[in-house]
């Protein structure tokens, strides 16, 4: 969900991402952009401000795999109710 919203983006900035991606904490949001910068599919850029700004891009090489994401999110998409409705019924058994 990630590089398909940078994908769609020239570079965005943390806290809009955020506000784009549902039910995701900063905690794991933060995770993960530093688990794909590190993998080289995104690119943080800081500025030198105060207060301090930071946007996020995708590279070439996140680019190259952006086809297999928006399948996985158009499935997901297509199936959200269903994973839902498991997600409830695993939660209310444990």
Same mark, same amino acid.
């Given at each position: ?25 900063? *905690? ?15 690119? &943080? +850029?800081? /500025?030198?401000?105060i ?18 994401? *928006? ?15 498991? &997600? +409830?019924? /695993?939660?209310?058994s444990?």
């Amino acid at each position: 969900m990630i590089l398909l919203v940078l994908g769609q983006q020239d570079a965005i900035r943390f806290n809009r991402l955020k506000n784009i991606i549902p039910n995701i904490s900063q *905690k794991m949001l933060t995770q993960h952009l530093r688990d794909m910068e590190r993998d080289g599919l995104i690119k &943080r +850029k800081a /500025y030198p401000e105060i207060p301090p700004r930071v946007e996020y891009s995708v590279t070439e090489l996140g680019f190259s795999i952006s086809s297999v994401y *928006k399948e996985i999110h158009i499935w997901q998409q297509k199936n959200y109710k269903q994973i839902e409705n498991c &997600r +409830k019924k /695993y939660d209310q058994s444990t």
